[in-house]
């Protein structure tokens, strides 16, 4: 009962947290940690303990799967060296040097017990800094690197740590490490995908919002329980899964289908992500007591200790955040002086493709497709590091976007109780959370505006949505003028009818312009929205009084109720746009 009351006060406070957060303009992870660190000196709140199996078997998958389910495939590849540097390399790296620190100061603490603590600081958690980034208008495509480095740089710690916690127990050179992660990472990934791949099948086939709501549901654990069962990495498998779900689901699901995934994925990911944030300051009191019981090195020095790390954690990641920057400037250079020539290579694949007759060979014209559709990909990826070329103001955003989170929190409790310091470990790691969420979460909206980071430019992204609108309109309306067109019983189309879905395809057309136009003037798609809100609330009272008087059966009730809701929920996405 006890607990359930504190579940039920958490899940109060989490949403009023939350409301109020947005209206002060402060990330509501900031505020959590703070309501929960005060909540645990009340005489009253119970010590706080979580397993932490729970939060990494329970609460870890679902919440890498909602965040990954939202990342643009086509993103995520773009910027897969900065991810993969940040993820894999920075992990090992800032590992490494706090392995060797802690060894160094703790007599006691052997080299891998030390690198395992740095295994559990080091991966960090964009949640603080995507929310204030996107509030402030950070470049897409930082937000995009936060995100994905969040994805794959737990799998990568939680990887080291085990091998770190080995190493503890007996010899186990550098070569099982290297093989071990090796193996770790490759059988997530052909796990992750085989589980995104069939699943998105199994959904597509049933063709029921519900059942496929509920095996969404299961779709983390699924691609976790037996990619841990053979000790590879669980959460890279679940990364894998959302990535593949997340991009196919545009081919295989229903717009039903994707409307309730993405409201349903954002419910479970705002409830757990704030669950953990508010979590870490209620466990203070009971780590707090573990130390002082401990009687080693007291609790002012692990708090001090806890500084030091977060300091060297702060200063590894601007130098490599540093290399990485500069590092990528030079291949987006080198690739933009590339453009004339590959522009060349376009130009003669074009005039050879014209000069020759239209290949009635289906090998031919697949060649030519994929040909084709590779130098489409080509340009568009040039024009993305024109447009969105990291440089050195977004690399200073970047580098003080090392907040660390759930990772942190449920690893450092995994470490083993035998471990030398094991409670000033632990305290250490919740001192790194909880300093770098205050601090560099406190100030990174300062950082933002220092440095003048660009964000997108709201102009430019209109025209490119009209841009895009207008391609798929025409490939559309270009249907209603095939000779062939006819019903399904083979009869033709009234040619009313035909005019009419021209005229209802173009209308997005028409929304798209008017949005891109700069004029104050309101226009005609405007006035339209504008004036059928305003019908949609008249016969919304005309529903209620309906149902008021009880003249209609509830089934037409409710399936009149559904028309309009479908409709007003239409307009709602056009406005929000």
């Known amino acids: ?99 060797l620190i802690l060894s160094t100061i703790l007599p006691d603490l052997s080299l891998a017990a030390g690198i395992a603590l ?12 995507t929310s204030i980034g996107k509030r402030l208008g950070m470049p897409s495509r930082l937000v995009s690197v936060l995100e994905g480095e969040s994805l794959v740089n737990d799998a990568s710690a939680l990887v080291l740590l085990r091998s770190a916690i080995a190493a503890t127990a007996g010899a186990v050179s550098l070569w099982a490490v290297a093989g071990d992660f090796l193996f770790a990472a490759s059988v ?41 069962s053979v000790n590879a990495s669980g959460v890279l498998a679940v990364v894998v899964a959302g990535l593949v779900t997340g991009h196919q689901s545009a081919k295989w699901f229903t717009a039903q289908d994707r409307i309730s995934e993405r409201i349903n994925w954002r419910t479970a990911q705002f409830l757990l992500e704030n669950s953990v944030f508010l979590l870490m300051g209620l466990e203070l009191k009971s780590i707090v007591g573990q130390v002082q019981s401990d009687h080693r090195i007291g609790l002012i020095a692990t708090i001090v200790l806890g500084l030091l790390v977060t300091v060297v954690l702060i200063v590894v990641r601007i ?19 590339n453009r004339p020539r590959m522009e060349q290579y376009k130009e003669r694949f074009d005039e050879r493709t014209t000069a020759v007759p239209e290949p009635t060979d289906p090998r031919v014209v697949q060649r030519r497709a994929v040909a084709s559709k590779s130098f489409r990909r080509w340009e568009a990826h040039l024009d993305f590091l024109e447009r969105e070329g990291l440089g050195w103001r977004g690399g200073a ?20 109780k035998e471990t030398p310091y094991q409670p000033e470990l632990v305290l250490i790691a919740f001192v790194v959370a909880i300093v770098t969420l205050l601090l560099q979460g406190g100030t990174l909206p300062l950082v933002i505006r220092l440095s003048r980071v660009g964000g997108n430019d ?84 005309a529903l209620l009084d309906a149902r008021a008087a009880g003249s209609y059966t509830s089934a037409a009730l409710a399936r009149a109720q559904q028309m309009l809701d479908l409709e007003e929920s239409r307009l709602d996405q056009i406005d929000n746009a």
């Open 458 to 541: 709201k102009q430019a992204m209109r025209t490119q949505l009209l841009e895009l609108v207008e391609e798929i309109s025409t490939v559309g309306v270009s249907l209603l003028d095939a000779p062939d067109l006819t019903t399904d019983e083979g009869k033709p189309f009234d040619q009313a009818v035909v005019e009419r879905v021209r005229a209802s395809s173009l209308v997005k057309v028409g929304t798209e312009t008017e949005r891109v136009d700069d004029s104050s003037d309101v226009g005609p798609h405007e006035q339209y929205r504008q004036l059928r809100r305003r019908v949609l609330d008249a016969e919304r009272d």
């Open 118 to 129: 740095g295994a559990v600081v080091s991966p960090t958690d964009a949640v603080a800094a």
């Open 397 to 416: 955003v970047l580098a003080w976007s090392g907040m660390r989170g759930v990772v942190t929190l449920a690893a450092a409790q995994s470490l083993p």
């Open 188 to 228: 997530a990934i052909a796990i992750g995908l085989v589980t995104g791949l069939v699943t998105v099948r199994i959904r597509a086939w049933l063709k029921d919002p519900v059942l496929t709501t509920v095996i969404s549901f299961a779709v983390p654990f699924i691609a976790y329980l037996p990619t841990q």
């Open 1 to 99: 009962m006890e607990y359930a009351l504190l579940a039920v006060v958490g899940i109060v406070t989490i949403v009023a947290v939350a409301a109020f957060a947005s209206k002060l303009q402060v990330a509501a992870p900031l505020v959590l940690v703070l309501v929960g660190l005060g909540l645990s000196l009340i005489p009253a709140v119970p010590a706080l303990e979580i397993k932490p199996e729970w939060i990494l078997m329970g609460v870890l998958p679902p919440i890498l799967y909602a965040a990954a389910v939202n990342v643009p495939l086509v993103d995520f590849r773009r910027n897969l060296k900065a991810i993969s540097g940040l993820s894999v390399v920075l992990v090992i790296v800032s590992s490494v040097v706090i392995g």
């Open 319 to 337: 130098f490599f955040v540093g290399g990485l920057v500069w590092s990528l400037r030079r291949d987006e250079r080198k690739a933009l002086a």
